[in-house]
């Protein structure tokens, strides 16, 4: 009987096997799918993810954050593309501070080749979980290959199996759980830009490329072969959607009208999109997480949010290490420890899937307009002026570890101070002048 | 092949099977239980409920609605009991409405047996339904009693299997369902008051009987018979609670110190209270409800709600109506239909929801309090100068037909003209003095 069952070998479920094995405790993980380190070829889901401070000092804390630095790609900043082909480069952070681009899979290769070299653990793959005994605790898996259906008894099961959980599932049968989970209507595309692209917009790697559209828009991704990952959001169905694009011609024209910038350097733009599928957005909240210290539902399965501030794997990784912590605490008292891990994490998941659906109308609706131009001209000069006591929000979350329910806490405080600089007449023409600077000194003098 | 089924043979679905059989269409009607008009015994989830103009008209409508009120005990008002044994009335309306007390079963066996009789509708018990394909669509059902495992196909199915409905659980699993289920901390168990007692707060028939206690209350509805079935709201877990609670000495205690006045009359609460389940409020919001115009839930399948406001039979009832007129309005066209469906009654249902948690900690913190009771005097003495410009919410809800959103709507905007008198200085003391009299003529003037 093992000690520790992880179901999932994703993200989470492969950097929570580290920290376990790390303490001494023996652990084994079950997955649905082929190894992808064996298995090739590309899903049309690895969309890619970038990695900030929060989730890279995680990695850095068990060892594997400079093997996983350097399969990303840093980039600086979003460069915003309009319909006229004009570029505007938004730096993330008022003092050069990166993200890292990385795929799904490198990400998800580094961390199961680590934990399988540094600790041995054992990953079992291709073993779909078929059902979960909550009380034994127990999870029945059929494997894929070989049609065998088997029952593995363990001390305690993690479930790191992602938003549609399996384990999750039977604790929403079996307890009373508060559950819920709201779909965007918008959906997301994988589009690839080959390596060979040159020239143009796709010389500058070490940007976030981002087309906003008002109701859709396009996100490339670099990737360090010189490929870039493009992810299309538009809605499901209605008058322009996933639904309404049928034919090559509708796709073109759209792509044409929409991002001609971006034509030339999809070869494979319509394969792409005919046998690709569209990715759902879902916001996935719950609780209780734990039931009775012997399983504990972590990362997507306990939380699920929108991509829209890179902050899923981060988030995640997050989990592991507040986990961990508890783990260092409560040693053996499991019940109190996962009840501890969830009253320490919840409060701050639950704040960055609210603030995800927030970024993500921001991105789409607000990158693009003067009105979101002037605010974030403004909060920089604030920043600049004031290092230490002014952090915008998107900076809180990216380049610092501070818990996301503080971050959000301190953002709405420093709204109220940019929502009356805003206020100064003619703001447009004043940014740099004297009087908005006094304006700023004041305000910030009684903070 | 049938050309409807229905899944669910409890209030909603016996009512639906009636609507639909008027309509001159063939349904049939499955449920996983035996049948309640042979199975005896008294299972401890069999709560009384209240139905109230709503629900009775719909019910008038297919013709049994005196069927019902003949089975059913009229109620005026709340009778208040205080810890010190002192009694309050508060009546529901201000012009001697009443709303009907009847248990569960026997509105469900009426219902049956008006299906049966007057229609024919075929009813298949001891059929649990295992799956369900929403494409073909068909159910798979067990039969409890033989074992056998059955296929049924039909053009349409709705399901009426109530609040963890199997038919919602395949949605949730193949569709990008919006869902949310939030429990509260506190359940409900029943306990009997029989017949034979005698005297006393037994004597007063034609009420609900409250015991507000503050973090927990006990509900009393009467029955034809005379007897009582009494319901207790408790946490389930904590330092007062039904976990709490785990002998027949610690169980008289509290109910001697908390309702003394009742304990004479329980001869069956030690037996009743360790036998009979704690049943969950929850409250379950979900969208879409329909797939493809060939699956639709309907209830407490589509919506559940908390017991407070008596209004889940109700809301479920007038589901039925609104889809018969729906399916007078668009015929065959059963994707519109179903659609349309949904479009009318969820921000109803969602509205109702809302209240009921809103009315559940009324109920049970305020409806004793004088703050409380001074707002209903006031809302009491406006009505009676202006009974067609301003009733109350409980009114609203119980004693018309308004829709939930529009009664939530009006309540919101009188609330203020309530807040305002609260105001007047010694209040307390002027309920009935001219000046009182000139502010509602005052601010009733300018609505």
């Known amino acids: 009987m093992a000690e520790i069952i992880v179901v999932g070998a994703g993200l989470v479920g492969s950097l929570l ?26 899903s049309g889901r690895s969309i ?30 979003r460069l915003i593309h309009d319909v006229k082909e ?17 795929s799904r899979s490198d990400l998800n290769k580094i961390l199961l080749d680590y934990a399988a070299s540094h600790y041995g653990i054992k990953f079992h793959f291709d073993e779909k979980c078929l059902g979960v005994d909550l009380d034994a605790p127990s999870i029945e898996t059929k494997n894929s290959q070989t049609g065998l259906v088997t029952n593995h008894k363990a001390e305690r099961i993690f479930a790191s199996d992602g938003a549609f959980s399996a384990v999750r599932l039977q604790m929403q049968k079996k307890l009373r759980l508060n559950f819920s989970q709201q ?36 996100i ?26 049928k034919t090559k011609d509708a796709l073109l024209d759209f792509f044409q009208d929409s991002f001609p910038d971006v034509v030339p ?19 996935i909240k719950c609780s209780p997480w734990s039931y009775e210290g012997k399983v504990s539902l972590i990362g997507d399965a306990a939380h699920s949010i929108f991509p829209s501030y890179g902050q899923g794997a981060n988030a995640g990784f997050e989990d592991c290490a507040t986990l961990a912590e508890c783990m260092e605490q409560y040693g053996d008292d499991w019940t109190t420890l996962l009840k501890e891990f969830e009253s320490r994490r ?58 996301y329910t503080e971050a959000l806490r301190v953002d709405r405080e420093q709204r109220t101070v940019v929502d009356q600089i805003m206020r100064v007449e003619d703001i447009e023409q004043k940014l740099d002048s004297p009087e908005v600077e006094r304006v700023i000194d004041r305000l910030m003098a009684v903070r």
């Open 265 to 283: 350097h999809m070869p494979e733009l319509v394969t792409d999109f005919f046998t690709h599928p569209a990715n759902s957005m879902v916001t």
């Open 17 to 42: 096997s580290i920290f376990i094995a790390g303490r001494g405790r023996e652990v084994e993980v079950y997955d649905r799918m082929p190894d992808i380190r064996l298995a090739g070829g590309n």
């Open 48 to 77: 890619n993810l970038t990695l900030c401070e929060r989730g890279l000092k995680v990695l850095d804390s068990v060892g594997v954050g400079d093997v996983v630095r350097a399969a990303a790609v840093p980039v600086y900043g």
């Open 346 to 403: 919840r409060p701050n998941t639950n704040a960055i899937a609210d603030l995800c659906v927030e970024h993500f109308v921001e991105l789409r609706d607000l990158v693009g307009t003067p009105g979101f131009l002037l605010r974030k001209g403004i909060e920089r000069k604030i920043n600049q002026a004031y290092p230490d006591k002014y952090k915008d929000l998107y900076s809180m979350i990216t380049f610092t570890c501070m818990p």
């Open 220 to 245: 490339g991704f670099p990737n360090l072969d010189g490929s870039f990952t493009c992810s299309l959001h538009l809605a499901l169905e209605g008058p322009l959607s996933f639904a309404s694009l």
């Open 183 to 218: 779909y965007w209507e918008q959906a997301y595309k994988e589009l690839r830009v080959p390596p060979d692209a040159a020239g143009k917009w796709t010389a500058e790697k070490n940007v976030i490329h981002v087309w906003p559209r008002g109701n859709y828009m396009l």
């Open 86 to 102: 004009e570029l505007t480069f938004q730096p993330y952070g008022n003092h050069r501070e990166a993200i890292y681009s990385i």
